[in-house]
């Protein structure tokens, strides 16, 4: 079994990438890790994560998050200088 450092290490990611994505879908982190890991070998997948991060902004916006809208959008820039989508 991969233990979450490797599953990030293969898939270039950052734990907190994963927190986002665990946060955002109310998930254990290690189970978000081996969701995301997969999400980020695929076009597709790319794509539902960009989403994901995107929406997280914008519910911490809404929230009146702004410090946490800001961490967020630090680490969505962060993921798509690393993940680039193909269109």
Known sequence: ????????????????DVEVVAEHEHLPPAMAA???CGLSQTSGGLVVLDYLMLDAIQQARSAGEFDKAEHVQHVYT???ATHPLIH
Do not use: A
């Open 1 to 16: 079994m991969l233990s979450l450092r490797d599953c990030l290490d293969y898939c270039d990611l950052t734990e907190e």
């Open 34 to 36: 081996h969701i995301v």
């Open 78 to 80: 962060h993921f798509k």
